[in-house]
């Protein structure tokens, strides 16, 4: 097993792509965790009015949030799987060319499999972004005609 130092440039380049996807998914991972850490602030703060007194209007907005974190969770976890998955790529195009095996299939097949995770990550994503955006609408207050002041009748 004599590596030339061509062979690992040639390693290298074929990395490139897949490095690129990988930290696309990085950044992803950061916007979900953010909106995650978004929406566990908002649960916390809810549920201290809760303990105070009870009121509807915080128990459904509890309810929008749960639902908006378990799609975020799933999110999370689809995107890491599909960060492993690409992870697994780069480390088997090390292997597979400096040990002369051929592995073009896992490779495929696994590179296949990190952009269904990353569909179905986004998709989760755009799902909650959904629900929230219904939430807000549902939540807004409505607007009144400002007061007018009109000086008393003498």
């Known amino acids: 097993m004599n590596i030339q130092l061509g062979d690992i440039g040639h390693i290298i380049q074929l990395a490139i792509a897949p490095v690129?996807?990988?930290?696309?998914?990085?950044?992803?991972?950061?916007?979900?965790?953010?909106?995650?850490?978004?929406?566990?602030?908002?649960s916390r703060v809810?549920?201290?009015?809760?303990?105070?007194?009870?009121?509807?209007t915080y128990l459904n907005e509890l309810d929008v949030l749960y639902r908006r974190s378990h799609l975020i969770n799933?999110?999370?976890?689809?995107?890491?799987?599909?960060?492993?998955?690409?992870?697994?790529?780069?480390?088997?195009?090390?292997?597979?060319?400096?040990?002369n095996l051929t592995l073009d299939?896992?490779?495929a097949g696994l590179f296949v499999a990190a952009v269904i995770s990353l569909i179905f990550s986004f998709g989760?994503?755009?799902?909650?972004?959904?629900?929230a955006s219904a939430a807000m609408r549902a939540m807004r207050h409505v607007r009144r005609a400002p007061k007018t002041y009109e000086p008393a009748n003498e």
């Open 46 to 56: 809810l549920e201290d009015r809760l303990d105070v007194a009870y009121n509807d």
């Open 74 to 99: 799933l999110a999370i976890t689809l995107s890491t799987a599909c960060g492993l998955f690409v992870c697994l790529v780069i480390a088997l195009l090390f292997i597979g060319d400096t040990a």
């Open 105 to 107: 299939k896992y490779i």
């Open 124 to 131: 989760f994503l755009l799902r909650e972004i959904f629900i």
């Open 20 to 42: 690129f996807l990988l930290n696309g998914v990085c950044t992803n991972l950061q916007v979900l965790i953010n909106r995650l850490a978004r929406i566990i602030d908002r």
